[in-house]
């Protein structure tokens, strides 16, 4: 048995059903020989694009394994892992490396040297013995503790290397659930019941522990309303009534009231991390913060107080606990009627005074109008929805009201154009009867088009909509002289041909009439299992929910 087929072995009985990848490795034959299929994309950043929109999404306990050349695949394959890092992706990075006695020599790169900073495990194999057990603490730390890139570097001569190594069959790595010390759960019960506006913030740490029916259950049996992170953007229905929206650069209205006047904030299973795409906590708030991973405790905000654990047993703790306090239960539950009365007037004016937007009928076509038509035609129950960086994820989140757990994936602390693509193929082999659409500008759809065969050859039909017109919308503002001068802003090109040529479904939609069906025609052909591409021509749109008119600022990461 070659370390090629060790590591396949291993990898099967954990739980892989894919190896994602390009352009080459020796894993990709000896998983195929045991019957696991390659998913090969165009470039090395959007196979790990693909991994964690996998990652993300999957329900079962499904391994999500990429694996790229050393060299120039690894070197191209940072961006990826960079933004699996900042989104929290539990992906198993597995590059090759150069062979043994040459990693070190300049100018070769060295896989386990330079993505320390963004994993939270980087080991290299240097002999085929310790193969089994480095593979599998690898796999345990994926499945353990604060979710993040695990890697692993494989030089490709120990992957090539026969070894007659008998390897104990281990067990599978299963997800430990640390709780919360019983005198830290009656601090956070007593600080809610007691609070007079308290709000509860979930983060990703709530998706990530499955923990949406007991979020759902302690909101509503202590009547707290509940906002989420971008990223943790589907932990709860948001056509709950206790449902705030979501937090993000742009966010619906009930955010703001509801987080300006809140006495205790509860953050649960979020990292408070201070963002430009995410809308802060006030100062002066009494913040409670609950993660799995210690370093995110008063990492960006003063907390009150900060707790260790999973998300799904810290609020099954925090129900038993409730359950035990009859008064005080009853004194919360006496507000249900009111706040969900408040909740259902703060959203409706919201979006009485969008609708104009929403059903505006002019050429170019309004991109708020896309999104209405978006949430009319889709079957959210069964959809998945994601964004690109941008006016598509400003315009998009406040509105799209996501009702299943991992129905829409958020991301936004770094904002790498054309990630979207990447994320909702991943989508679609976690969940293949699910439709999955991404919507993107036509900048991200550059960063990344070309892999749009990847959807086409690999069977993974998505849905993309590109929102065309011609300009790097908002980045004006950032440099007004160029702008002027030589039109610094201005991209140019038409897409739908491009959507075509690659194998798939694409058309052009310019009249807003003429776009609620070629959105079903779309939608029918992904479910006919085509990638489908819709190219829709609007106007540049700087007016966002949460902030009026566009900022002078743009995009740190947005490139």
């Known amino acids: 048995?070659?370390?090629?087929?060790?590591?396949?072995?291993?990898?099967?009985?954990?739980?892989?059903?894919h190896i994602i990848g390009f352009p080459s490795s020796g894993l990709?034959?000896?998983?195929?020989?045991?019957?696991?299929?390659?998913?090969?994309?165009?470039?090395?950043?959007?196979?790990?694009n693909i991994a964690e929109g996998h990652a993300r999404t999957t329900l079962s306990d499904?391994?999500?394994?990429?694996?790229?050349?050393?060299?120039?695949?690894?070197?191209?394959?940072?961006?990826?892992?960079?933004?699996?890092?900042?989104?929290?992706?539990?992906?198993?990075?597995?590059?090759?490396?150069?062979?043994?006695?040459s990693e070190a020599v300049a100018p070769n790169f060295e896989a386990c040297r330079n993505f320390r900073h963004i994993t939270k495990w980087c080991e290299s194999v240097s002999r085929i013995e310790d193969l089994p057990q480095l593979l599998y603490s690898a796999i345990s730390r994926v499945r353990n503790g604060p979710p993040a890139?695990?890697?692993?570097?494989?030089?490709?001569?120990?992957?090539?290397?026969?070894?007659?190594l008998e390897f104990p069959s281990f067990h599978q790595a299963r997800r430990a659930r640390p709780q919360a010390d019983a005198a830290e759960i009656d601090e956070i019960v007593e600080a809610?019941?007691?609070?007079?506006?308290?709000?509860?913030?979930?983060?990703?740490?709530?998706?990530?522990?499955?923990?949406?029916?007991?979020?759902?259950?302690?909101?509503?049996?202590?009547?707290?309303?509940?906002?989420?992170?971008?990223?943790?953007?589907?932990?709860?229905?948001?056509?709950?009534?206790?449902?705030?929206?979501?937090?993000?650069?742009?966010?619906?209205?009930?955010?703001?009231?509801?987080?300006?006047?809140?006495?205790?904030?509860?953050?649960?299973?979020?990292?408070?991390?201070?963002s430009y795409y995410i809308r802060p906590v006030p100062v002066g708030k009494r913040v409670l913060q609950v993660s799995i991973d210690p370093n995110d405790l008063g990492k960006d905000y003063p907390v009150a107080l900060g707790v260790v654990g999973d998300c799904r047993s810290v609020l099954r703790q925090m129900l038993a606990r409730v359950r035990d306090d009859a008064t005080a239960m009853a004194r919360r539950a006496g507000r249900a009627v009111e706040l969900a009365q408040e909740i259902a007037d703060c959203r409706r004016v919201f979006m009485d005074r969008w609708m104009p937007f929403m059903k505006a009928d002019g050429s170019p076509i309004s991109p708020y109008r896309v999104v209405r038509e978006i949430m009319e035609v889709l079957d959210r129950e069964k959809a998945i929805v994601t964004h690109d960086a941008g006016n598509p994820r400003d315009q998009f989140i406040p509105f799209y009201d996501v009702t299943e757990p991992h129905g829409y994936l958020g991301w936004?602390?770094?904002?790498?154009?054309?990630?979207?693509?990447?994320?909702?193929?991943?989508?679609?082999?976690?969940?293949?009867?699910?439709?999955?659409?991404?919507?993107?500008?036509?900048s991200a759809f550059g960063m990344v088009g070309i892999d749009f065969e990847t959807a086409v050859r690999c069977q993974l039909p998505v849905l993309v909509i590109v929102l065309r017109n011609h300009v790097l919308g908002g980045y004006a503002a950032s440099m007004p002289i160029a702008t002027r001068k030589y039109q610094a802003n201005r991209v140019s090109g038409e897409y739908a041909p491009i959507a075509k040529a690659l194998g798939g479904h694409g058309e052009c939609v310019i009249d807003p009439e003429h776009l609620?069906?070629?959105?079903?025609?779309?939608?029918?052909?992904?479910?006919?299992?085509?990638?489908?591409?819709?190219?829709?021509?609007t106007h540049e749109e700087g007016r966002l929910p949460g902030l009026g008119v566009m900022s002078h600022l743009t995009e740190a990461h947005g490139v």
């Open 192 to 274: 809610l019941l007691g609070a007079r506006n308290p709000v509860i913030l979930a983060g990703q740490g709530v998706l990530s522990a499955r923990a949406t029916k007991e979020l759902v259950e302690f909101a509503e049996l202590v009547n707290v309303p509940v906002m989420t992170t971008p990223n943790a953007k589907s932990a709860m229905s948001e056509r709950h009534p206790l449902a705030l929206g979501t937090a993000g650069r742009a966010r619906p209205a009930t955010v703001d009231r509801f987080i300006e006047r809140a006495d205790v904030i509860l953050a649960l299973g979020s990292s408070l991390t201070r």
């Open 1 to 17: 048995m070659t370390g090629a087929k060790i590591v396949a072995t291993i990898l099967k009985q954990q739980g892989m059903k």
């Open 149 to 164: 890139p695990v890697l692993l570097e494989l030089p490709v001569d120990l992957l090539e290397q026969p070894c007659d």
């Open 28 to 48: 990709f034959d000896a998983a195929a020989e045991l019957d696991i299929p390659p998913v090969i994309a165009r470039t090395p950043r959007v196979a790990v």
């Open 412 to 442: 936004g602390k770094t904002t790498q154009l054309g990630s979207s693509l990447g994320f909702a193929m991943g989508a679609k082999l976690a969940r293949p009867d699910a439709v999955v659409a991404t919507v993107m500008g036509e």
């Open 516 to 537: 609620r069906e070629a959105l079903q025609r779309c939608v029918a052909t992904v479910r006919d299992g085509r990638a489908a591409l819709l190219e829709v021509v």
């Open 62 to 101: 499904d391994l999500s394994v990429v694996t790229v050349q050393y060299g120039p695949g690894a070197e191209s394959a940072f961006a990826g892992v960079a933004q699996a890092w900042n989104d929290r992706a539990p992906v198993l990075f597995l590059p090759t490396g150069y062979p043994r006695g």
